[in-house]
């Protein structure tokens, strides 16, 4: 069916933006009508590499009265402290927005967002791309269908020595209390709860900084989650790893087996579970004595771009009415109570229970549209 393509601003050309122009400026049925960023060469490049025909512009209000970028919705891929004014004009505006995450660090801007963007009538997404990488996805539907039975505990380490002072990578996470939480792990705690289809009970965090890290702020976060479903998750990330390799490791197991992902965006791996091996087997000193790990087919994928057109491709079936979105901001804010949750128990040095958090911050529901 042929429909209208979605004409669609940028705001913020960095690193991130960059990724947003090209897929949207790929997408068949979005135009990208205008890039907009303080830094003009930045966005004129992008335009230049993907979109030649784009407006260009210093800031979102100028591309706005740019008579050319007469224009259906935005993404925002600028920094967090940035998110809450630029949504705030755009909903303002009568645009669906696309922002990145986090939404915002401040609990009370993003139930105020949810508000707006309701009584506009409009979408608000939030950049949980991740969700889409076929190894997700794979594992939220080995949840879903309870194919291994239930699901009883996880352990997800993240480790990764990012050096902030890489030319190639955003500065304004040097300056941030809490890089590790709100920049990256942020991802992670959405995945357990997408993949896992369950919300938190309880978490008790420890954040902190190795007095070598190129971050100011926390870079090292370990957390222990207890979900409502009962499940346990054991994280932990950092940015700060004294070994170069990216090392990622995502485990879950279940009743009847359990899945491994061995590669921050592949390679996961299926074991069937024996029980009496326990009993008959040897001693388990080697792999070749336990159950042999079997890879899980998974759909090719390139990391940031095709998980990123999924997230583009739910964006435009809500705004043309065909599906109901489900990586909205309401959605967002209880994967950002997590990272709040975290940072209460740093601080009290106690469990933190989520519903509490959720009762001061979460809008009352919104009637389904
Ligand atoms: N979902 C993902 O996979 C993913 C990956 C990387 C970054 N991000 C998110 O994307 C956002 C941007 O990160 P980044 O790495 O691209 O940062 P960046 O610093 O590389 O780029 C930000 C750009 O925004 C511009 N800018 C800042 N304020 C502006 C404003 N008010 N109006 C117009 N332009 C403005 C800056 O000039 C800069 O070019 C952050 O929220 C980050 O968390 C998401």
């Known amino acids: 069916m042929s429909r209208d393509p979605i004409r669609i601003l940028l705001v913020g050309a960095g690193v991130r933006g960059t990724m947003w122009a090209r897929v949207i400026a790929e997408a068949p049925d979005a135009t990208l009508a205008g890039i907009m960023d303080h830094d003009e060469a930045r966005a004129r490049r992008a335009r230049d590499d993907h979109a030649p025909g784009a407006l260009v512009a210093p800031d979102f209000a100028a ?20 998110h809450h004014g630029l949504v705030s004009r755009a909903l303002a505006h009568g645009l669906h927005v696309l922002c990145e995450k986090p939404l915002s660090e401040d609990l009370g801007e993003v139930a105020d967002l949810i508000a707006r963007a309701d009584a506009a009538g409009r979408h608000l997404l939030v950049g949980m791309n991740f969700r889409y990488l076929p190894s997700s996805q794979r594992i939220r539907r080995t949840v879903r ?13 993240y480790n990764r020595q990012r050096d902030g002072n890489r030319d190639d990578l955003n500065d304004y996470v040097m300056s941030m209390a809490h890089p590790m939480l709100l920049e990256q792990s942020i991802h992670h705690f959405d995945l357990l709860r997408h993949c896992y289809g369950a919300e938190v009970d309880s978490l008790v965090c420890d954040t902190w900084r190795p007095s070598w890290s190129t971050y100011e702020g926390d870079c090292c976060v370990s957390v222990l989650f207890r979900f409502e479903n009962g499940v346990r998750a054991n994280y932990l990330g950092t940015w700060t790893a004294a070994w170069n390799r990216m090392d990622f490791r995502w485990r879950s197991d279940f009743e009847r087996g359990a899945l ?10 299926r074991v069937d579970f024996d029980r009496g091996l326990g009993l008959r087997g040897p001693n388990f000193k080697s792999d070749a004595d336990a159950e042999t790990p ?17 997230l583009l491709a739910e964006f435009l079936g809500a705004i043309h009415g065909e599906s109901d979105p ?6 967002h804010l209880e994967t950002l109570l997590l990272v709040h949750g975290c940072m209460e128990s740093l601080e009290s040095g106690r469990w933190v229970a989520i519903a509490e958090l959720r009762d001061r911050f979460a809008p009352p529901r919104a009637p389904a549209r």
Request: glycine residues 8%.
């Open 63 to 82: 591309g706005l009265v740019g008579s050319e970028a007469r224009a259906d919705a935005v993404v925002i891929a600028t920094p967090p402290a940035t």
């Open 145 to 157: 269908t309870g194919e291994l039975g239930a699901l009883s505990h996880a352990h997800f380490t």
């Open 260 to 269: 491994i992902q061995r590669e921050q965006f592949e390679d996961l791996v």
């Open 294 to 310: 079997v890879a899980e087919p998974l759909e090719p994928c390139v990391p940031f771009v095709d998980d990123t057109r999924a």
């Open 326 to 331: 489900v990586t909205t901001a309401g959605d």
